[in-house]
């Protein structure tokens, strides 16, 4: 029973921490971190062993009462229970060096790539809402590029620019398996910020080259662009650098982005 008290005291103490340091760090970069760590299956591997733990304290005591201790059954549930508490105390600095590495803004940001990724190979299954849970992803890496503007972290920021330019390279390798509804210009995606803006013949010309993804892209460099002018050249650098390097991907690979990229980088120099 005393056991059973110490196990869920310390799971509670590791529920606290763990919530203060993720909402920290959901509120400095993004939202969408908690329901990514709520996913990650560390988590629930590691919070489910602490409370089975403690129903098998809870039982053990109860079962055991006026019985004999030196029953062969008795003696091991109770040395099951021991190893169980021990684990659990063991379990406690590793699992919180892990918490401190997940909401790492480099890990983060690493991880919302991955998961825009994994998203794309899904899009037969459901390519509006896909779609757009992909566009969300992608403004959710230039919101956290922006706020680390903001507060001078240049390199949480670059990491950001440079992961949309590998998303969208990835994104490329992925085109042709792409269904068809997945280029259509839906009332979504229209209305989706970047795009609520654009005439409807543009968005007509961005359906007919297929090329919507790239241009949703390009608009966060062109938005964290005009943010950085004058505050933060390096990024503005690095934009230009990585729209480069897409336009020469697009030379070798795509005309559509090539011409789109060059149009993005006339803008930059406007």
Request: aromatic share 8%; net charge neutral; hydrophobic share 50%.
């Amino acid at each position: 029973s005393n056991a059973a008290e110490v196990v869920a005291g310390v799971l509670a103490i590791a529920i606290t921490v763990v919530a203060i340091v993720v909402q920290l760090a959901a509120t400095r970069y993004t939202h969408r971190i908690t329901s990514m760590f709520v996913r990650e299956p560390v988590n629930v591997i590691v919070i489910s062993f602490f409370v089975l733990t403690t129903i098998q304290c809870v039982w053990v005591s109860a079962s055991v009462g006026s019985a004999d201790v030196t029953a062969e059954g008795t003696s091991a549930g109770l040395v099951l229970t021991l190893v169980m508490v021990t684990l659990c105390l063991l379990l406690l600095l590793p699992y919180f060096a892990f918490v401190f590495v997940f909401v790492s803004p480099l890990n983060i940001i690493e991880r919302i790539r991955r998961t825009a990724a994994r998203g794309l190979r899904r899009a037969d299954r459901g390519p509006e809402a896909v779609a757009l849970s992909v566009m969300e992803v992608i403004e959710n890496l230039e919101d956290i590029a922006r706020g680390a503007i903001d507060h001078g972290d240049r390199s949480i920021a670059m990491g950001c620019i440079n992961a949309l330019m590998e998303f969208l390279l990835e994104y490329d390798e992925l085109r042709e398996r792409m269904p068809d509804d997945w280029f259509v210009m839906t009332v979504s995606k229209r209305r989706n910020p970047d795009f609520i803006s654009v005439a409807p013949a543009v968005l007509d010309e961005i359906e007919t080259s297929r090329t919507w993804m790239d241009v949703k892209v390009l608009r966060q460099y062109q938005t964290l662009f005009s943010h950085s002018l004058n505050d933060a050249r390096d990024i503005c650098n690095l934009i230009a650098l990585n729209t480069t390097e897409l336009a020469l991907y697009g030379q070798r690979k795509r005309s559509g982005l090539l011409q789109l990229s060059l149009r993005f980088l006339n803008s930059f120099m406007r």
